[in-house]
């Protein structure tokens, strides 16, 4: 029987450093935190983990056991049908919060698996629910990425259920660039970290519309894509095919 891998711990010190001074600790848990605090939640962070591209996460039917901060890399979550199809569920970049799915039933409904070389610090979650009792800062941060991420979910329903080929696209990709400028990137070019075909199970889309609707934005002038990297050329053009669906 495989033995479990023991998780690496950190010099608590070069921890603290990390996470206190994180460019990423305003899009994530410890966001508006003042030092007191901040000194509290750093003592949460015990390891941290760096996955290989294409390692779980975690996998569904897990118990929740911590939630994880993307320190660096890509993500995707999925749901695995039981005809074997995947449904890809969810990107996910530096600074997002992973394992709030599990928070309700106690076990996680997904597969979460890095994309590319990735590094996570892990929040033992009994830890983090004991601190956000004492802490109502912490619980109101706690509470709003929850939120956040409803109101993501809820915007994927309307984009799945409303929108054209074209516009299923376009808002993936403004979406992507605003979350890229968020992280101190590139506004306009960026990398994607998935292919095409996760990109249509995650709008529900087929390969091949996907692949023509990136033909269509560049014969357009719209975007310019080389393989996986982007950059868009045309910003008023690429919102005008949202803005076309509400005129």
């Known amino acids: 029987m495989k033995s479990k ?37 750093d003592r949460l962070v015990t390891s941290r983990r760096k996955l290989r591209r294409g ?9 929740l ?3 994880f901060a993307i320190r660096s ?15 890809v569920a969810g990107f996910h970049m530096a600074g997002d919060l992973l394992g709030l799915d599990a928070i309700g039933s106690g076990t996680h409904t997904c597969d979460t698996v890095a994309l590319e070389d990735s590094e996570v610090c892990e929040i033992p979650f009994p830890y983090l629910e004991q601190l956000s009792r004492e802490l109502p800062s912490l619980q109101q941060q706690l509470h709003r990425i929850m939120s956040r991420e409803i109101v993501r979910d809820y915007g994927v329903m309307l984009l799945l259920g409303s929108m054209s080929a074209e516009e299923r696209l376009a808002a993936f990709l403004l979406n992507l ?55 868009i050329l045309d910003f008023p053009g690429l919102k005008a095919v949202l803005d076309l669906k509400s005129a």
């Not at 690496?8 to 603290?16: A, E, G």
């Not at 935190?33 to 000194?39: F, H, I, Q, S």
């Not at 390692?55 to 118990?63: F, I, K, Q, T």
């Open 177 to 231: 660039s605003q979350r890229f400028a968020a992280r101190g990137y590139s506004l306009s070019e960026f990398r994607l970290r998935m292919t095409r075909e996760e990109i249509g199970s995650y709008l529900g889309l087929k390969l091949e519309t996907v692949s023509r609707a990136f033909s269509g934005f560049q014969d357009r002038g719209l975007i310019d894509v080389r393989q996986k990297q982007v950059r």
């Open 65 to 67: 056991a911590a939630l």
């Open 55 to 63: 390692e779980d996460l975690y996998r569904a039917g897990e118990p």
């Open 73 to 87: 890399g890509f993500m995707k979550s999925c749901v695995l049908h039981d005809d074997g199809r995947e449904q």
């Open 5 to 41: 891998r023991a998780p690496r711990l950190i010099d608590i010190n070069s921890l603290r450093v990390a996470c206190s001074s994180c460019s990423l600790r305003e899009l994530c848990l410890p966001a508006g935190l003042d030092p007191g605090e901040m000194e509290r939640v």
